[in-house]
T-cell receptor
Framework: DAGVTQSPTHLIKTRGQQVTLRCSPK?????VSWYQQALGQGPQFIFQ???????QRGNFPDRFSGHQFPNYSSELNVNALLLGDSALYLC??????????????FGDGTRLSIL | AQKVTQAQTEISVVEKEDVTLDCVYE???????LFWYKQPPSGELVFLIR??????QNEISGRYSWNFQKSTSSFNFTITASQVVDSAVYFC????????????FGTGTSLTVIP
């Protein structure tokens, strides 16, 4: 039973560039959330996708956008990269709540470094 | 406002000692869920436990135990007879009804178990 998989593992970009990160959810999960984790900090919620739509968004600028595909996989896009975007980006999947807050299962993350 | 505080930044214990990780949360909602996650050096966040606000029963799972007290808004985590493999960063997280599916994480406690 494959867990949450993310690609790539590491990525180096320069300021102003654009980046796309990918995530495949755990089998049986239909909801994908993205988090940004700066060094020494806890994960910060970026947004969540369900039924191919952004269901909820954290306090991140419009430079951060996403997409969910019919197979539930998801992409995170970041435009006009800033040095402060350097972080570990975590993807988490869960099954739809149905009134009960299901635990989110996390991937290993993508380490993004901006030069 | 929702907030999770993990006051202990770093803890070091000698193998076989017991250790308690503290978590204090803030929420105005009466319905909420609390979680503990473990993050080893590999980066993946591993789900440990979920509690809902209606269930204050404490739980023990092997060497792990959790103490949930609504009166003090605390959800503490104890590892009994610690082992080197317990070395990791531990995060407490909150998800409440008003904020939907967003998880709020604390800043984490880095636990080092010395052999």
């Amino acid at each position: 039973d494959a867990g949450v998989t993310q690609s790539p593992t590491h990525l180096i970009k320069t300021r102003g560039q654009q980046v796309t990160l990918r995530c495949s959810p755990k089998s049986g999960h239909d909801t994908v959330s993205w988090y940004q984790q700066a060094l020494g900090q806890g994960p910060q919620f970026i947004f969540q996708y369900y039924e191919e739509e952004e269901r909820q968004r954290g306090n991140f600028p419009d430079r951060f956008s996403g997409h969910q595909f019919p197979n539930y996989s998801s992409e995170l896009n970041v435009n006009a990269l800033l040095l402060g975007d350097s972080a570990l980006y975590l993807c988490a999947s869960s099954s739809n709540d149905r009134g009960r807050r299901q635990p989110q299962h996390f991937g290993d993350g993508t380490r993004l470094s901006i030069l | 406002a929702q907030k999770v505080t993990q006051a202990q930044t770093e803890i070091s214990v000698v193998e076989k000692e017991d250790v308690t990780l503290d978590c204090v949360y803030e929420t105005r909602d009466t319905t909420y869920y609390l979680f503990w996650y473990k993050q080893p050096p590999s980066g993946e966040l591993v789900f440990l436990i979920r509690r809902n606000s209606f269930d204050e029963q404490n739980e023990i799972s092997g060497r792990y135990s959790w103490n949930f007290q609504k009166s003090t808004s605390s959800f503490n985590f104890t590892i009994t007879a610690s082992q080197v493999v317990d070395s990791a960063v531990y995060f407490c997280a909150l998800s409440d009804w008003n904020t939907g599916n967003q998880f709020y994480f604390g800043t984490g406690t880095s636990l080092t178990v010395i052999p």
